[in-house]
């Protein structure tokens, strides 16, 4: 089966994510501005990824909007964040991000990533704190602007176990 990885990046990690499934797929990997219909309509495999931002999967929109030229696809997304993978938070966002017959159709694999607070731009910086304003509890307040790196190529397992 002919595949592809298309991903979204901001802070680098989720493209060494899908530098990592490139490696072990084979398929190539695209950024999501440069993907052509023509990439998505030759694939059978399509892996998307993008990191999670103020509790929205950055590339939900995009799924939504091709998802006409998507559906009769094998579509895998994962996600980026500085939260645990097996948070039950990352599955409740995804969940919010699409209607249902979308979500019936796409495997969800969240992975580990990266904040560096002192890196991020003055725009996120802005984000992180509102949204620690907004949060009722004081651990989760603090620990949304703390530096985290859980960055695991090993968390890619289940996606390369589903695609193979």
Partial sequence: MKGIIIYKSNYGVTKQYAEWLKEETGYPAIEIERVKRKDILDADI???????LAHTIS???WVKKKWNILKDKK???FST????PQSHVL????????ET????????FPQGGRMIFNE????????MRLGQ???????????????KDIIDRNGLQPILQYVM
């Fill in 120 to 127: 991020l731009t003055a725009f996120d910086k802005l984000v």
């Fill in 59 to 61: 590339v939900a929109k």
């Fill in 91 to 98: 599955r409740n966002i995804f969940e919010s991000s699409f």
């Fill in 101 to 108: 017959g979308i979500l019936n159709k796409i495997k969800y």
């Fill in 46 to 52: 399509v892996i998307i990824g993008g990191p999670v």
């Fill in 81 to 84: 964040s500085g939260t645990s």
């Fill in 75 to 77: 579509v895998i997304l």
């Fill in 133 to 147: 304003k907004m949060e009722k509890n004081p651990q989760i307040r603090e620990e949304m602007v703390r530096d």
